[in-house]
């Protein structure tokens, strides 16, 4: 949602600044593509999101400078989630790039059983890979949801019957993962 304002921000700064020289500054854009001639124009035809509202920027009363500072800000804001969005994928490739490295004799995995507990931990040095609830029972209150899941621990909403929580850390010479 904030992604489609960005961009709707960021193509009204690009039309806006395309079209500043044409508007005055001190005339509405309302009244500026109330002029039969302009109404084709970009500017006239443009549609702006506020508060989930689509209104054409021709029925605003907004002065070209305002809706400009509108599209200065709006312009920022995509440039810094293009940013976010440019590092998040940078990471993302990083991660990719180390799995695609990694195998699983790169690892030392176990599974252990936990019963009657709400929450899996694993020993330490090893770092929690994921979590299942394994047994449940409708009288023990059925299944639960799993509400965290981090290096140290996952933790469900309610005490589970029993849980599986499988465990790895980086393998130390010819140790071999079960």
Do not use: W
Request: aromatic residues 4%; negative net charge.
């Amino acid at each position: 949602m904030r992604m489609k304002s960005f961009l709707a921000g960021s193509m009204l700064a690009v039309t806006l600044a395309g079209c500043a020289t044409g508007i005055p500054a001190d005339m509405s854009v309302a009244e500026y593509c109330a002029d039969a001639d302009r109404a084709s124009e970009d500017v006239c035809r443009l549609k702006v999101q506020i508060d989930g509202n689509a209104t054409a920027l021709s029925e605003t009363s907004l002065s070209l400078g305002e809706a400009r500072q509108i599209a200065d800000s709006a312009a920022s804001a995509a440039a810094s989630a293009q940013a976010s969005a440019d590092a998040a994928q940078n990471r993302a490739d990083e991660a990719y790039s180390l799995a695609e490295y990694l195998s699983e004799k790169d690892l030392d995995c176990k599974t252990t059983t936990v019963q009657k507990s709400d929450t899996g931990t694993c020993e330490p040095g090893y770092t929690v890979m994921g979590c299942v609830q394994t047994r449940y029972t409708h009288r023990a209150g059925g299944l639960s949801f799993l509400r965290e899941l981090n290096n140290e621990q996952c933790r469900f909403n309610s005490r589970v019957l029993e849980m599986q929580v499988r465990c790895c850390r980086a393998a130390a010479g010819d140790t071999a993962g079960s």
